[in-house]
């Protein structure tokens, strides 16, 4: 891979055309809860250059970026050679809006707590602390921010002015608040006077357009300011059709002892002080496998008797944040859970300690059930980690019964090991249908595995257990299994094949059709479907009707991750909206399923059919043509649920940021069902979005039938 390093500054579409072969590679989704040894067996799959800077993502309790992490796995690079690509947010007003909602939520909790001294009341360092560090661990910039003076005290003088507004403006709040509670507490003696100081809080935020704008000011001059430290270290910028930037990208050499530019992005991404999260959506980090992960695969691809085929180890690892590094409250392991569910992946790896509390194993197990829609086409497997803690644990309780002595002897140290793996498999690894039927429906089928992650502690264990049992490495051999179940989804039980493109801009293989007839058909009967039930949702614009701040908040967040949201609020307006659910109920009935497979063809121009005589290519040609529409088919019900979540936020998310960033709650929510109900009643909306996303759906299942490789 030396040419692309080499060749790095003068071509990007030898970039481009680098991360799209890359990401046809198997991709594995790795999460768990905080402290599940994420981090320590990323380590197994590097050398030590590279562990050492990603080192600097390891705290004592947890990681210390909220970026989320790939780790980009391919053979060909040498391992000193390293390409960096950071993906940031989709638009500036995307994070700036979860900035807003922070800010919102820390002023109405101060300004209620604090409402018997309105008059003498002021931000203080800590109200600071809570907002540039929210708890929900969403970003955090208080660190950066408070090295900062200048930037910390324009913060503070901003915070201030925006509190006074919000004190005195058009009324003392207290004064105004104390009415209003007092003369609706007359008829609903249910409400709570803090609901009503939220309510005006949110209602004063708004009503002068001057706070938005001088946060925003504030929060782009931080955004420059931190995208200010690597301006002159990107190699390319890469920016899409609509002029935004879709990617930095970095490249370089590191070493043990110089990791030069690269260590300067990673090392202040990581930084403790870091506020990246504001910015960056994504990481990827990008370099060779280790020599013994690369050798292990050498091994593994003998036995399966491929023979040299060209086939490199080549794996996409993501890294993400521990799903009760929140909290271990349900609610916040399950908006965690639902934040991993959000990035594209072809199976899941859920990691939790052997000596994790119970409790909160159980919490995740049940969470997983609940979830199941959201990977049930997907590999999963769970692995138990730690392995090695709870057998020595296991063998030294059981000696001290025997004996009453704290060191076990050598001679009886192997029967106790024995003993304790005996008991330590019966109670956390047999997966079946009797003894754990959740995790065997979670995992469909597939074992539960487990890892030692402790060399010091698991070295005398390997003396007893010689087959690589204990060893750490045994992580290179679970994703070989997950590797090969991969390739079971799209292909059935061979493997996926190797295939080239003679073009360095295109894919080997494309998606074109000829179903853009049935779009105006389909279009206008989404249109008539919306007339018959758009009261599903309109009935809730009512102007005699408040919706509760929190209900909105939740509404929100879960429309942004494809759920729907109900409440059962006393005081405030009540709801029960599934706009995801309905969306996809009629694109269910209007897309004819056996039209729109007759109309999909896969085009074969780009493919390089060196080497491949006439007939095995008709061949092929033929069984591709067979299995993806038999896949497509398969995952119809798949494909129509991402498709109706994208047409229900991914393509109004600008301007339901615009509503949301511009409005009180209960003002944002009536305009979004006004947005809703506009964008569905349109058959332009229909026409322009719903066959381009199916296609693409369909295409992304076509690129995962292969591994789209170098000649």
């Not at 990481?283 to 490199?312: M, W």
């Not at 009180?664 to 026409?687: G, H, I, M, T, V």
């Amino acid at each position: 891979m030396n040419y692309l390093i080499e060749n790095f500054k003068k071509n990007v579409d030898e970039v481009r055309s680098f991360f799209m072969k890359q990401e046809s590679a198997p991709t594995v989704e790795m999460f768990g809860p905080t402290k599940s040894t994420k981090s320590t067996i990323m380590t197994e799959l590097l050398e030590a250059a590279s562990n050492m800077l990603l080192g600097y993502n390891v705290g004592d309790v947890a990681q210390t970026t909220l970026v989320r992490l790939v780790l980009m796995l391919n053979s060909r690079m040498d391992s000193e050679d390293v390409i960096v690509r950071c993906i940031p947010y989709s638009d500036r007003e995307t994070m700036f809006l979860i900035f807003l909602l922070e800010i919102k939520k820390e002023l109405k909790r101060f300004l209620y707590e604090m409402r018997d001294e309105l008059e003498d009341c002021h931000i203080d360092e800590k109200i600071v602390k809570n907002i540039l560090n929210p708890t929900n661990r969403s970003y955090h910039c208080y660190e950066y921010v408070i090295t900062d003076e200048s930037i910390h005290r324009d913060f503070v003088k901003m915070m201030e002015k925006i509190t006074q507004s919000i004190i005195n403006a058009p009324e003392l709040l207290s004064d105004e608040a104390d009415a209003e509670y007092k003369s609706r507490r007359k008829i609903n003696k249910e409400l709570k006077k803090s609901e009503v100081y939220e309510e005006i809080v949110d209602k004063r935020f708004h009503s002068d357009e001057s706070i938005k704008e001088s946060l925003f000011r504030w929060y782009n001059d931080l955004v420059d300011s931190l995208l200010g430290s690597f301006v002159n270290d990107w190699n390319h910028i890469i920016k899409g059709e609509n002029g935004c930037i879709e990617a930095y990208i970095a490249c370089g050499k590191i070493s043990e002892k110089n990791s030069g530019v690269i260590g300067k992005i990673i090392k202040g991404i990581y930084d403790e002080k870091s506020a990246y999260s504001l910015v960056f959506d994504e990481v990827n980090y990008v370099t060779a496998p280790s020599s013994k992960f690369i050798e292990a695969y050498d091994v593994n691809v003998k036995q399966k008797k491929l023979g040299n085929t060209g086939r490199k180890l080549k794996i996409n690892i993501i890294d993400t944040m521990g799903v009760t590094q929140v909290s271990t409250e349900r609610d916040d392991i399950s908006n965690e859970m639902e934040k991993v569910f959000q990035r594209p992946t072809d199976a899941f790896l859920f990691l939790c300690a052997t000596n994790e509390l119970p409790t909160t194993y159980d919490e995740c197990i049940s969470l997983l059930m609940s979830k199941r829609k959201k990977y049930e086409n997907k590999v999963f497997v769970i692995c138990r980690t730690k392995a090695d803690e709870i057998l020595r644990n296991k063998l030294m309780n059981q000696w001290r019964k025997d004996t009453g002595k704290n060191e076990i002897d050598e001679a009886s140290y192997p029967k106790y090991l024995q003993s304790a793996f005996e008991k330590f498999r019966e109670e956390q690894l047999e997966c079946n249908k009797e003894k754990r039927a959740d995790e065997y429906t979670i995992c469909g089928g597939l074992p539960i595995q487990y890892l030692c992650t402790a060399p010091d502690m698991s070295k005398d264990m390997r003396k007893v257990f010689t087959n690589g049992e204990l060893d750490s490495s045994k992580v290179f051999f679970i994703l070989f299994d997950i590797m090969k179940e991969i390739d079971k989804k799209y292909v059935g039980n061979n493997d996926r094949m190797w295939l080239y493109s003679t073009d360095l801009k295109n894919k080997p293989l494309n998606i074109s059709s000829s179903a853009s007839a049935l779009s105006t058909t389909i279009s206008n009967a989404l249109v008539t479907c919306n007339m018959q039930q758009k009261n599903q949702y309109t009935q809730y614009d009512r102007n005699d009707i408040v919706y509760h701040w929190n209900s909105v908040y939740c509404f929100y967040n879960k429309l942004s991750w494809g759920e729907g949201h109900e409440t059962r609020a006393a005081v405030y307006g009540s709801f029960k909206l599934y706009l995801k659910n309905m969306i996809e109920s009629w694109i269910r009935k209007m897309i004819p399923k056996d039209d729109m497979l007759h109309d999909i063809e896969i085009s074969y121009k780009y493919l390089d059919t060196a080497g491949i005589e006439e007939t095995e290519l008709e061949k092929l040609k033929e069984t591709f043509t067979s299995t993806f529409r038999n896949l497509v088919s398969y995952n119809w019900n798949y494909i129509l649920g991402k498709v109706a979540k994208q047409l229900s936020y991914d393509c109004l998310q600008s301007e339901l940021t615009q509503i949301f960033s511009n409005c009180s709650y209960d003002c944002a929510f009536k305009k979004s069902l006004r947005l809703f109900n506009q964008k569905f009643s349109d058959e332009e909306y229909w026409k322009n979005h719903l066959l381009n996303l199916v296609l693409q759906e369909c295409d992304n299942i076509l690129q995962k039938m292969y591994v789209f490789d170098e000649v």
